[in-house]
């Protein structure tokens, strides 16, 4: 008997370890060869403001891709075609994010360095959040390290957030205005080009760059 | 009877068991073959990224030896801008490389300060300006250091140097992957001396308007209470703060912060956190609130340089102004609520680091009219004004303003004002976010 339920448990476990199938979940955004009433609400929308003349069918095709691709250049959105999160939620549908898999879908460096700074310092004081996207920033004047945004935050090894994939969670309100405003030239960091947590850093290295300021829970350095 | 009875049940156990088993089965071998698939798609970026390093590696090393031995000023140029753009291919390709930070900087800074000069020789050449013997020697130390870090780029073991071994700045793998030197010599990197915005001299460069004495950390009190609104007595101390200003760093209620500078106890930054839930005033009232903020700190001749408005809020540029020219280096920022005008958040970082007395360098030796002249016929000027602006690496340069307008979008060129040499020009672009300078 009891070697039944172990297996009835098993069975179940694998059952459902099969059904659980990441990729399963993925965003499921809207492009080309897409069809259905999501579809067909795009179309409606894209036709009120006049940015598609097509008709209402429901079928996502060459001339549904072209009208997306004019509204994200008109709403400063990636001109990809695809309506995906960002672009959805400007249009005024909402498109399952499934984990927000989709990081080409972004309307430009701030909002991408709003969503390091909300995986990277949520919970942080704001200040200690408005440093965290000056650290990206002055990494960004180094020579030290690459010299765009998406290269500095991109870099191998350089943000945990970005390896365990906390960067593609949706950032809230007080981080985007926190990435604003470091771009807009507030740096509570007092210049640092590094930061990290006492509590859990382990490496050597970092202990040896010299502290300028300490906010929240985060040291940050030169 | 009894006995098939209690063997029934076996048989069906071992019937789920086998097919639970082969279940498992399936679903662990695809797991895998998917996971076999994403190792073999990291590696083939992996091996994109170090092929593309070594070709741009080799092809910096082919421009600077040609450069060495150019006589054509056409000639330089197209190397120049050609080492330039390969520098920067090359910085991006090690940074998608799987290697530590603090493994690669030091190749990462020369890369950049190759480029980087590269297109301050650029300039210098535009200018009409031949390079000289100490631009041809450094260029020689510089080719030297990249043969050297090319043979250490090419002799990296591929297999080895491009395993996918997690880790960050807080766990850095054993084993560091790439690493200039490693094996070889340590590479010496030449310091270069020009002015460009990677130059070192910027990186050392130390604020010329703090140049008072020090204040204590209650002198320092008495400024950061006059500045977050507060009694001293409700301010919290979070600490000395280094860097390129050092200061003391105070809190109020743990919603506005502000540093203040050890150098004269004057206000860095102040940053809060307010909400603004509905737009009352106008930009015209604000601007006001916020000049009369700088006056009651002493920024009596300041003027709006840039604004923009987001989440009912505004933020504001200011300018200082000295003999009537505006000196856009003594920058001050300012953000207001826009429901009631509270300053939320205050920066006269740039305004320290910049800061001096000019006088005797504000003298134009062309006027407007000859200005004027320099500008492309296809503009029309609409105003003009002298002005100071930054240059390049530290210095400043004396310019004449024309604000223009052309197809509907507005431009800002800026003409030296000693050389009629045309320093920079500006674009106004809309965003969502309100209109950004470009």
Known sequence: ?????????????????????????AAEALKKGASGDEVRIVQQRLKQWDYYDGPVDGIFGSETEAAVKKFQRAHNLVADGVVGPSTGRAIGITISGGGAKSPSVSSGDTYLLARLVYGEARGEPYIGQVAVAAVVLNRVDSAKFPNTISGVIYQRYAFTA?????????????????????????????????YYNPAVATSQWIYSRTVITVIGRHRFAI | MQSSQRTRPRVNASWILGLLLAVTAVWGYRQYIRAADFGRQIDDMNEMSYYQLVDSMQNIDVNLSKLIVASAPGEALELLSGISRQSDFATASIASLPSTHPAVMDSVDFLNTLGDY?????????????????????????????????????????????????????????????????GEESIEYPTIIYDGPFSEALDQ?????????EVTQEQAAQAAAAALGCDVSQLSFDGEVGGKMPGYSFGFNNEKFCNISRSGGKVLWIMGNEDCEQEVLNETQLMQMALDYLASFGYSDMEVT????????????????????????????????????NIIAFDATGYYMNHIDRSGSLGAALSHEQARDMVSPLLEPVDTRLCVIPAMGLGEILCWEFTCVFNNETYYVYINANTGKQEKIYKVVDTVDGSMLV
Not at chain 1, 1 to 25: D, E, N, R, W
Not at chain 2, 205 to 213: E, I, N, Q, R
């Open chain 1, 1 to 25: 008997m009891k070697l039944k339920k172990v297996f009835a448990i098993f069975a179940v476990l694998t059952v459902l370890s099969v059904l659980y199938c990441p990729g399963a979940l």
């Open chain 1, 162 to 194: 970005v390896a365990d994939g906390q960067i593609n969670l949706e950032p809230d309100a007080e981080a985007i205005r926190a990435a604003k405003d470091a771009i807009n030239g507030w740096d509570p960091s007092g210049g640092a080009l590094y």
């Open chain 2, 118 to 182: 590269c297109r301050a020789l650029i300039n210098e050449t535009g200018d009409g300006q031949v390079l000289d013997s100490e631009d041809y020697n450094d260029l020689v130390s510089m080719r030297d250091v990249c043969v050297r870090l090319r043979e250490v780029v090419m002799n990296v073991q591929t297999g080895k140097a491009f395993e996918y071994d997690g880790g960050m700045y807080e766990d850095i793998p054993e084993g560091v992957l790439i690493k200039a030197g490693e």
């Open chain 2, 205 to 213: 460069a130390s604020p010329k308007g703090l140049v008072w004495p």
């Open chain 2, 306 to 341: 840039w604004s923009q408005v987001y989440d009912c809020q505004m933020v504001m540029s200011f300018a200082g102004k000295q003999e009537g020219v505006l000196i856009y280096p003594d920058l001050i920022k300012i953000k207001l609520n826009m429901d009631e005008g």
